[in-house]
């Protein structure tokens, strides 16, 4: 008897189901399922290939390690690419309206929502959910918008109005607590508005 040949590494063999359209998108998609009903310390990159209907490695092939498929749902959650040239629009004038607005707005979506939850409750326990958390909300959306905004201590500033703004998702949508969790959204934007301004714009 022969032996089997030896296994290559890198990617894995390709089969309809890998090759197939939208096979990182439905990676992607169960990856914020399993985040969003698990959590990120009972997730693991078998149960993501699992629910995708894919071998484990081509999980790896496209997103790398858990921390980074953690991210991956983190980014399409957000779309910073998108965002933040939109939310930059107009310069200085409305950022803290414009910026309060689209945070809820993404809160609100219950698409978005689910993956958003399981984020914010892992990063309580988790120290690595928490150092995507930041890594994303700092560097990838306001310390990009601080930094093309031209103020001084665009890190600070960043952490600032990072910290109101999941201060309120954690109130609102993890905690619930009354009567932030039923308050209308125009009125939470009307009162966050002038402080994220202050924060992102003053000198």
Known sequence: MTDAAPRRRGRPARSDADTGPGARERILEAARTEFAERGYDKTSVRGIAKAAGVDPA???HYFGTKDEVFGAAIEVSFEPALVVPALLTGGTD???ERLARYFISV???PVSRAPLLAIVRSALTNDAAAALLRKFVLRRLLERIAVELDVPDPTLR????ASHMVGIALLRYVIKAEPLASVDTEEIVRLVSPTLQRYLTES
Do not use: F, M, Q, S
């Not at 960043?158 to 109005?161: I, K, R, S, T």
């Open 94 to 96: 409305g950022i803290g």
């Open 158 to 161: 960043a952490e600032l109005a």
């Open 107 to 109: 809160w609100e979506d």
């Open 58 to 60: 081509l999980v790896h």
